[in-house]
């Protein structure tokens, strides 16, 4: 596997890499992650089955579209590929280390400011990809209101159907999602879609944002990801709400957008998440 990650990795820099050691990283649940270096070089390495060279592809094209933005740093993709049975995909490494109160503020002005960036004027992505290990689809649409309660609400209600788990039936709470947006104006923009204090960094005086399931949405649906579980530091949302202010009805709509990361959460892991998801569609129904 080794040699055939190395390859790659020589004919994306145009050079020469010889891994000289490598070791495992923890703290992923999907993937496995490892640190490589050889001649003076170091690269971030995620490995999994070959069918997952997808998920890797779809992966690279998210942070390149982040860094396209200009507003954000987020790692720089080397290569992705496969061996004879697993896939993988190499990062650049980056040193992290902890922030200060003006990083924390600093991050939330420049995710405000990639917010702003309004000019694709349609909802969904380019392709379908992952939010964690499940499939997130993506097709485009012009209505806000229907892409996020059948493409993300539905589609996850669906997949926890298939596994028996039951909350409902799935038209009459997906209406319910639909009607709390009813009168939000949306402006597509562009995403991170799994923006949590895991998914954050700081490095050489910088945020860096990673792991993105990113699509065209509300924005709203990135802000109520970082309260979901625990918010960011207040600096954070200072920073983003000087820059680009939310509407007051935010409060209620970020329970729809945080509905779906726990559904996904109860079709990756089961147990409490599927408690906590019933809480949160009694909830909303509550309030439709």
Request: glycine residues 6%; contains cysteine.
């Amino acid at each position: 596997m080794w040699n055939s990650i190395a390859k790659s990795i020589e004919q994306a820099i145009s050079g020469t890499f010889n891994i000289e050691k490598y070791s495992a990283v923890t703290g992923g649940d999907i993937n496995e992650s490892f640190l490589i270096s050889g001649e003076q070089q170091r690269y971030f390495v995620k490995v999994n089955d070959k069918a997952r060279l997808e998920h890797f592809d779809a992966e690279a094209y998210n942070l390149h579209k982040i860094r396209e933005s200009e507003c954000i740093a987020c790692p720089s993709v080397v290569t992705t590929g496969v061996t004879t049975d697993k896939a993988f995909l190499v990062l650049q490494v980056i040193d992290f280390h902890q922030p200060s109160n003006t990083l924390w503020r600093k991050l939330g002005e420049q995710l405000a400011t990639m917010h702003k960036q309004t000019s694709h004027g349609q909802f969904g992505w380019q392709q379908d990809n992952v939010i964690g290990s499940i499939l997130q689809p993506n097709r485009w649409s012009s209505n806000w209101r229907q892409f996020f309660a059948e493409q993300r609400i539905g589609w996850q209600l669906q997949l926890l159907n298939e596994k028996s788990i039951v909350f409902g039936d799935i038209d009459f709470i997906t209406n319910a999602c639909h009607q709390i947006l009813l009168n939000h104006h949306v402006e597509p923009c562009l995403l991170h879609g799994d923006l949590w204090q895991g998914n954050i960094g700081f490095a050489n005086e910088q945020p860096v944002i990673f792991d993105p399931a990113s699509y065209y949405g509300d924005r709203e649906a990135d802000i109520a990801m970082t309260e979901l579980f625990g918010a960011l530091p207040e600096d954070f949302y200072h920073g983003y709400y000087d820059t680009y202010p939310l509407p007051e009805a935010y409060g209620v709509r970020k329970h729809v957008y945080n509905l779906y990361h726990v559904l996904n959460h109860a079709n990756i892991f089961g147990g409490v998440y599927v408690e906590q998801a019933k809480a949160c569609i009694n909830r909303i129904l509550s309030m439709a």
